[in-house]
């Protein structure tokens, strides 16, 4: 029998050939001790030493603990390829964020970031059109883009949903999606929603010569979501929407398999559920690395201004990985060039009066997604879109919101409104 130790904290990882992952932990037992446990256990490991365990195969494969900081509580950890299935997002998830998070010896532990080598990025798909290839669809090179979620989430008929979809899309909102527990209804089936909204899609774009996109929201088991995503298909839909945590990174992959040549939007609600809790847990960081593999092309991320938790470095950092070739932060350690990148969405809680600090914060590479601050809107959705439109040619014309709202009163309605809004910001 041989002792396996996953401990060298002389070791260089190899960043070509392993996975090297970056824990916080906070044992319930010697720090050092837990740090083996974390690396056996996600790696060829067990509580006790193996009879079955060949020395050779520990040598190769083991996973090896190469840094620890027990006042930061960091340890990290790197791991050969051959630990790893290729193109797997589910195998990755069973190892490193697997029996881990349940062990005794640990109180805490998040799995904060992930380096992938080139060879297992390349592994897998990624988007489809990417940032590029939606701009292209749209005919947008440079502007903010627009979204609208269709509100209220559940409760339009299909009938509503499409008519308020027109209103919206009529005056100047560029995508329109339903919401993220919006799927087929007893009073909204998916069927007709569908076809009734991109219809009225077809009618606006014939009367604007502009192109709009429907985020139909696909989310389901995969049977049924694959053929929803078909069928959207099949009606000349650009778009399918997923929510990613509910329906699954694995469900996503398979999708994206199928090559049907639509955008996949990628809302995340339920990640934090793992994300929130800063002790514990995956990063949204490590969240949206995965969905990039997945092959998400637009993904919501956070806004810093608006009603959804994020601090502002958090979400600058996650939109740069998701744009970027290159990881600055991990001094070009890893190489993202083989996959298209993913446009990043901010939502929730945004309307008009926020959308200058919005820009100023994250930039333009965007899309901005306005459901309260769209339907809310005193005089309605079509005022809404408008006041939207309003407040982001403005930042495109370097002009203040107050001097727009001077000859375009559904902005002056909005900031009057709203203008008081303001949520805590975290820096
Ligand atoms: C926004 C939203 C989105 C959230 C998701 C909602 O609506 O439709 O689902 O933005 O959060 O249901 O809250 P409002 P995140 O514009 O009315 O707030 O993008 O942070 O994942
Ligand atoms: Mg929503």
New binding site residues.
């Given amino acids: 029998m041989s002792h396996v130790g996953f401990i060298d904290t002389t070791y260089q990882p190899n960043y070509n050939k392993e996975i090297v992952v970056t824990f916080y932990m906070e044992p319930a037992i010697a720090f050092n001790e837990a740090a083996e446990a974390v690396a056996g256990e996600s790696s060829i490991g067990s509580w006790t030493d193996l009879s079955t365990l060949k020395p050779d195969v520990a040598k190769k494969i083991g996973a090896k603990v190469f840094y620890f900081n027990e006042k930061q509580n960091i340890v990290k950890i790197a791991y050969p390829l051959e630990l790893f299935e290729l193109g797997s997002i589910p195998q990755f998830l069973s190892s490193v964020g697997g029996n881990i998070f349940s062990m005794k010896a640990i109180k805490n532990l998040r799995l904060v970031d992930v380096e992938f080598p080139e060879k297992y990025i390349k592994s897998f798909q990624g988007p489809a059109l990417g940032i590029e290839g939606i701009r292209k669809i749209l005919k947008n090179k440079d502007r903010i883009i627009l979204g609208s979620?269709i509100?209220p989430?559940v409760g339009l008929s299909a009938i509503e949903h499409a008519q308020v979809a027109y209103d919206v899309w009529k005056n100047g909102i560029d995508l329109v999606k339903d919401?993220?527990n919006l799927t087929s209804m007893v009073f909204n089936k998916f069927e007709e929603r569908i076809k009734r909204t991109l219809a009225m899609r077809d009618k606006v774009e014939k009367e604007t010569g502009k192109i709009k996109i429907y985020a139909a929201n696909v989310t389901a088991p995969p049977d049924i979501m694959l053929e929803r995503a078909k069928y959207v298909k099949s009606l000349g839909g650009r778009c399918v929407m997923v929510d990613i945590v509910s329906t699954g990174l694995d469900n996503v992959q398979y999708l994206r398999k199928q090559n049907l040549g639509l955008i996949i939007h990628g809302?995340?609600?339920g990640h934090s559920t793992f994300t929130r809790y800063p002790k514990h847990g995956i990063t949204m960081l490590v969240l949206a690395k995965l969905a990039r593999l997945a092959g998400i092309d637009q993904l919501?991320t956070?806004t810093v201004v608006g009603?959804?938790e994020?601090s502002e470095q958090e979400v600058l950092s996650i939109n740069e990985l998701l744009r970027e070739d290159w990881q600055h932060y991990h001094i070009l350690r890893e190489n993202w060039s083989a996959l298209k990148p993913t446009m990043p969405?901010a939502?929730?809680?945004?309307h008009p009066a926020l959308l200058p600090k919005l820009e100023e914060i994250l930039g333009h590479d965007i899309i901005a997604?306005?459901?309260?601050?769209v339907h809310g809107h005193k005089d309605g959705s079509a005022a809404g879109a408008r006041a939207c439109a309003q407040a982001a040619e403005a930042i495109f014309e370097k002009k203040s919101l107050k001097e727009q709202a001077k000859f375009h009163p559904e902005l002056k309605t909005a900031l009057d409104q709203w203008g008081g809004v303001k949520y805590k910001q975290q820096r």
């Fill in positions: 979620i509100k989430k919401d993220e809302h995340r609600a919501h956070g009603k959804m994020g969405i939502s929730g809680g945004l997604n306005f459901g309260g601050g």
